[in-house]
């Protein structure tokens, strides 16, 4: 059964790199009514930016203002304001033919509230400088073309608006949640680690089981070596999504359904083989299979394969890729092994610079000023365009306009629960990596403990880990930005790790790893259980 296969390194190696931050959206709601009896009524979602004009944040406290179609019209020109005028009209033009402010000014000029600009393109809010329209004070905002047709033949053309901005709740739920799946996952991944070690120490009894043993855990094994060109993979990895996206971003998500599957089956195999009962077994080319297993691993990949169908579907195709995103995680951090403490800092350490790299040096190399991280986490789109540093529009097109990179845990803000679910549903993510890279610290130190006997290394580094994250969200509120969460991980991490190693005078053999030591210890207890076989061979 191709599911009960570990991932290989080369597959987590394109996955687990994408080191994304939290991110947040800024969206406002578009409520038209028509005129008819009895009045029907539509909400849409509506993109502005909130350091230009302040919404109301009720519908109550919203103006009605009476909508006027001029999507036929530039409105580049005085001359392109029509006979009757636009006065306390909100006016709805196409994008294109001159700058957006320049037809706001337009439009203020002609006495109108409000400047609507549709467009069948994605966009983001619009920011950057006024200094050339300083004179513009009226309201700009930015919605879907698509929209603004079904707004016609839903409420006709006499149609009347208002516009508001649902305040955000002042606590975000989303951090606790995302909190809560980080470090249980880290934490589980780790624990389950130190019982395939314990496992594997209490099985092995034999010179030859040994050697196979020792196989099959170094290919899995991340020697110094090992980690630094899987970090250039990741830099390479990283470069080539930012320049290929349309094409490679299918490529990651055929890899991320057929790793998650077979993450998800390790992950509920080892749970369904503790239960007793239901174990009915049938004979394939002379080998005994489990019929519950065989439904489990058609179950993982009918799920895998849903997510990969609705992937796009925003109502609830995130818990499924949570849930493949965790069992995914999970599968990591108890498969691959770091040998020693060295391996940890240096495969942490550089990842904590690669992760600092695409974030905030970035901007300063790439052409829009976005940093490549930021890109990839939200979704570059083909033909990118700056507009004067004040709107950057992707083009609308078959090809990628809206695939995301699967390598986060998503968790909807609650106005997914509210009106502004009308918009794209803004949510909180964390990047697969900032849970695997710490978690394969913590697993080692599990390891540790398992061999040394104690829980001390375990415990530490896994609170040491949630005080990272808990710190990372106070960091993200004070600066309203999205932070690369290895940033405080990381040390947080390492140094906890470090001080529990140097108070219990262990610091060389935590360094080096005791796996040698381990080895010693089952030799002189095997020749000590079996004296006399031991003195058979040697006579032979």
Same mark, same amino acid.
């Given at each position: 059964m191709g599911l009960q296969h570990p991932l290989t390194p080369a597959a987590a190696a394109l996955l687990w790199g994408f080191l994304l931050p939290l991110t947040a959206a800024q969206e406002a709601i578009l409520h038209a009514s028509g005129n008819d009896m009895p009045s029907p009524s539509k909400d849409y979602c509506m993109l502005y930016n909130p350091y230009w004009t302040a919404l109301p944040s009720t519908l109550e406290n919203a103006t009605s203002i009476s909508l006027m179609n001029l999507t036929t019209t530039p409105l580049c020109n005085l001359s392109d304001i029509p006979p009757d005028g636009i006065k306390n009209k909100a006016v709805v033009v196409q994008w294109g033919t001159c700058h957006f402010l320049e037809k706001a000014r337009i439009a203020q000029t002609g006495g109108a509230e409000a400047l609507l600009v549709a467009n069948n393109s994605v966009l983001?809010?619009?920011?950057?400088?006024?200094?050339?329209?300083?004179?513009?004070?009226?309201?700009?905002?930015?919605?879907?073309?698509?929209?603004?047709?079904?707004?016609?033949?839903?409420?006709?053309?006499?149609?009347?608006?208002?516009?508001?901005?649902?305040?955000?709740?002042?606590?975000?739920?989303?951090?606790?949640?995302?909190?809560?799946?980080a470090v249980f996952t880290v934490a589980l991944g780790g624990y389950w680690s130190g019982l395939i070690e314990l496992e594997s120490m209490k099985a092995v009894t034999n010179t030859e089981d040994r050697e196979m043993r020792k196989k099959k855990e170094e290919y899995f094994t991340f020697s110094p070596l090992t980690v630094v060109i899987f970090v250039v993979i990741c830099c390479i990895m990283m470069v080539l999504l930012y320049f290929f996206y349309k094409w490679l971003v299918y490529v990651m998500i055929a890899i991320f359904c057929i790793a998650s599957a077979m993450s998800l089956y390790n992950c509920l195999a080892a749970l369904i083989q503790k239960i007793p009962c239901g174990q009915c077994m049938i004979m394939c080319r002379g080998k005994s299979i489990e019929v519950r297993l065989i439904f489990l691993s058609g179950l993982c990949i009918a799920i895998a394969v849903v997510w990969a169908v609705f992937r796009n579907e925003d109502?609830?195709?995130?818990?499924?890729?949570?849930?493949?995103?965790?069992?995914?995680?999970?599968?990591?951090?108890?498969?691959?092994?770091?040998?020693?403490?060295?391996?940890?800092?240096?495969?942490?350490?550089?990842?904590?610079?690669?992760?600092?790299?695409?974030?905030?040096?970035?901007?300063?190399?790439?052409?829009?000023?976005?940093?490549?991280?930021?890109?990839?986490?939200?979704?570059?789109?083909?033909?990118?365009?700056?507009?004067?540093?004040?709107?950057?529009?992707?083009?609308?097109?078959?090809?990628?306009?809206?695939?995301?990179?699967?390598?986060?845990?998503?968790?909807?803000?609650?106005?997914?629960?509210?009106?502004?679910?009308?918009?794209?549903?803004?949510?909180?993510?964390?990047?697969?990596?900032?849970?695997?890279?710490? /978690?394969?610290?913590?697993?080692?130190?599990?390891?540790?403990?398992?061999?040394?006997?104690?829980?001390?290394?375990?415990?530490?580094?896994?609170?040491?880990?949630?005080?990272?994250?808990?710190?990372?969200?106070?960091?993200?509120?004070?600066?309203?930005? /999205?932070?690369?969460?290895?940033?405080?991980?990381?040390?947080c991490t390492l140094i906890t790790a470090s001080v529990v190693a140097w108070r219990r005078k262990e610091m060389k053999k935590f360094w080096k790893g005791n796996g040698y030591q381990m080895m010693d210890h089952l030799d002189s207890a095997t020749n000590e259980e079996n004296p006399v076989t031991a003195g058979e061979q040697s006579v032979q």
């Open positions: 983001f809010p619009p920011s950057g400088n006024k200094s050339e329209f300083h004179d513009v004070k009226i309201l700009i905002a930015f919605i879907n073309h698509k929209d603004f047709k079904d707004m016609k033949q839903t409420l006709g053309d006499n149609i009347t608006v208002k516009m508001y901005s649902p305040s955000w709740p002042n606590f975000d739920y989303t951090m606790v949640v995302i909190f809560v799946i109502r609830w195709a995130w818990i499924l890729q949570d849930i493949l995103g965790i069992a995914f995680c999970l599968n990591l951090i108890k498969t691959l092994k770091l040998p020693n403490f060295k391996s940890c800092v240096i495969l942490l350490s550089l990842l904590l610079l690669y992760d600092v790299f695409f974030v905030f040096i970035t901007p300063f190399i790439t052409k829009n000023g976005e940093s490549i991280m930021v890109e990839l986490a939200a979704g570059p789109f083909g033909n990118n365009e700056k507009n004067d540093g004040n709107l950057v529009e992707a083009t609308a097109q078959p090809s990628a306009p809206h695939e995301k990179l699967p390598v986060v845990i998503r968790v909807p803000k609650l106005a997914y629960f509210s009106v502004m679910s009308v918009c794209l549903m803004p949510v909180s993510i964390l990047g697969f990596g900032d849970i695997i890279v710490p /978690g394969l610290l913590i697993a080692y130190c599990r390891r540790f403990d398992v061999q040394a006997g104690s829980s001390i290394y375990y415990v530490s580094s896994t609170v040491a880990y949630a005080v990272g994250m808990i710190l990372t969200f106070v960091v993200l509120v004070l600066m309203k930005k /999205g932070q690369p969460a290895l940033l405080y991980l990381v040390p």
